[in-house]
């Protein structure tokens, strides 16, 4: 049943594709300026209109752990953190402790206490080794137990023999709970980063913190909610469950818990969608002659006065194992419709792009510059084992990539840059898109989703994009940019004549078959 279900929702995804298609070939025919040729996105998603004053563009992993501490600290309410895993260092430790500080804070408080944590992280990578994410997370369950949630994502896809056969740390290319949000009452910090000390050190990546923003913060606390109410619980003692009457995601049917997930995250979305409509229709229609000024005097009565929006944000989700493809159906439509002379500053940590992503960028008329990380700045340069070889998978990637590029004389186009910085590592992802004639990018897309295969079929995976008509703010993504590619040299046929780029036959014959799982 789920089968039909997810062909018949792909049908009508890819429906909706086309009638985008059309609508924003007309919004570009009609030549809109600015972030109106954009709003074709609410199709899909909720859109929150925002003043561009409540959206600060961070630039370094000190700058982020130090503003996590303040946000949690700080926090009343809610405190919602996903991630990938929680790291076991002194760090991570004192993240822990902030937390203990400001549940302590809350229970001491007159009355009931009003602070809830929830915490999402995938269930691989934090049972990984003895002491791991669930060790570091258990005293906090057990000293505050009505107030604190742990849920560990476990992918449907990991089940039966392959479970019980593929070991740790292998077992997680499987797929995994991806997506980095940080969420402190109305405060919300958008990242690729995880909760680990080389994130907070020198690891670079990005961050962006929307500050006073309730309606998104309620969007990705829903979405936090249903991933984790079909996710793992963790317990006191350190053992896992599932909330009563839940299929299990290995144990249960896999079409059953699949059919149940995508119905979840769903709701989220669509609840959230048809909210923000109806919020734009009654603000449309309190802006029209004879409205306007009633509609200021209430405002300026109830003391809510605020600043008009100037910036948009539309969460794209990704969750290929549920049958959710929303980043993936905006993403390619972002990158197909970029017109001639536009620029689109592409990165990730991770160059391994999904075939349709590769065919769009070599296929379309717009500029492209692709940063990505130099081998040594690789996450996995000098790990272990197979895993060492991992940087060399990638550079051979590159080049067959780089191939390609020169075989259709596309050198100008469309150019690789390679990030390097001596004791630093290279984890940012995301995209900038500048129309063509601008010297600032009006869109960013920023998250945890790297463009490659893992990140549309295997992962869950959560991003923005960010829209804004305000040039302060287009001056802080231009900048953010800049500051990253200011690391990076151009890529050319000289770049793998060098030495640390030979890459061994074994790894070149391997490459093609695993490369669907990194």
């Given at each position: 049943?789920?089968?039909?279900?997810?062909?018949?929702?792909?049908c009508i995804m890819n429906q909706m594709s086309e009638i985008i298609f059309l609508e924003s070939l007309f919004i570009w025919a009609l030549d809109c300026e600015g972030a109106h040729r954009f709003q074709w996105i609410r199709n899909l998603v909720p859109e929150f209109g925002i003043s561009s004053s409540h959206v600060k563009v961070l630039s370094s992993p000190a700058e982020f752990y130090e503003l996590l501490k303040v946000q949690i600290k700080a926090a009343k309410q809610r405190v919602v953190m996903a991630s990938l895993y929680l790291g076991t260092g002194l760090l991570e430790q004192e993240l822990v402790h902030c937390l203990e500080e400001t549940l302590e804070k809350s229970l001491q408080a007159e009355g009931s206490p009003d602070l809830r944590v929830s915490i999402l992280l995938d269930y691989t990578r934090g049972s990984r080794g003895r002491k791991n994410s669930r060790t570091m997370l258990i005293p906090l369950l057990q000293r505050f137990p009505d107030q604190v949630r742990v849920s560990l994502f476990h992918t449907p896809n990991l089940r039966g023999l392959l479970r019980l056969l593929i070991p740790e740390r292998f077992n997680e290319t499987i797929g995994l709970q991806h997506i980095k949000v940080y969420l402190f009452d109305d405060n919300v910090i958008l990242s690729g980063a995880n909760l680990s000390d080389q994130y907070f050190t020198n690891r670079q990546d990005r961050y962006v913190l929307l500050r006073d923003s309730p309606k998104i913060a309620d969007f990705f606390t829903e979405l936090v909610d249903a991933i984790g109410d079909v996710s793992l619980q963790l317990q006191q003692d350190d053992t896992v469950q599932m909330m009563e009457g839940m299929v299990h995601p290995y144990q249960g049917d896999k079409v059953a818990y699949c059919e149940i997930a995508n119905r979840r995250v769903m709701e989220v979305i669509?609840?959230?969608?048809?909210?923000?409509?109806?919020?734009?229709?009654?603000?449309?229609?309190?802006?029209?002659?004879?409205?306007?000024?009633l509609s200021q005097q209430d405002t300026q009565a109830s003391g809510d006065l605020k600043p008009e929006p100037d910036t948009w944000i539309y969460p794209l989700i990704q969750m290929k194992p549920f049958g959710i493809q929303i980043d993936e159906m905006v993403t390619e439509t972002l990158l197909t419709e970029a017109e001639r002379d536009a620029r689109i500053y592409l990165t990730t940590g991770y160059f391994n792009l999904t075939q349709a992503y590769m065919d769009l960028i070599l296929g379309t008329r717009a500029e492209y510059r692709i940063l990505l990380a130099s081998p040594e700045v690789n996450g996995f340069f000098g790990a272990k084992g197979v895993a060492g070889a991992?940087?060399?998978?990638?550079?051979?990637?590159e080049r067959q990539f780089y191939s390609e590029v020169c075989y259709?004389?596309?050198?100008?186009?469309?150019?690789?840059?390679?990030?390097s910085r001596a004791g630093w590592t290279f984890h940012a992802k995301g995209l900038w898109l500048y129309?063509?004639?601008?010297?600032?990018?009006?869109?960013?897309?920023?998250?945890?989703?790297?463009?490659?295969?893992?990140?549309v079929h295997r992962d869950l995976e959560a991003q923005v994009?960010?829209?804004t008509e305000n040039k302060a703010l287009q001056q802080q993504l231009h900048q953010e940019q800049e500051q990253l590619y200011l690391c990076s040299g151009v890529v050319s046929t000289s770049t793998f004549e060098q030495p640390n780029r030979y890459v061994k036959l074994w790894v070149k014959l391997v490459t093609p078959l695993i490369k669907n799982f990194f």
């Open positions: 049943m789920f089968g039909n279900l997810v062909k018949i929702q792909c669509n609840s959230a969608r048809t909210r923000q409509e109806l919020l734009h229709a009654k603000t449309f229609h309190s802006s029209q002659p004879g409205n306007s000024l991992i940087p060399a998978a990638y550079v051979y990637i259709l004389q596309q050198q100008e186009r469309v150019q690789l840059q390679e990030y129309l063509a004639g601008s010297d600032l990018p009006c869109l960013t897309l920023i998250g945890s989703p790297n463009f490659g295969y893992r990140s994009a960010i829209v």
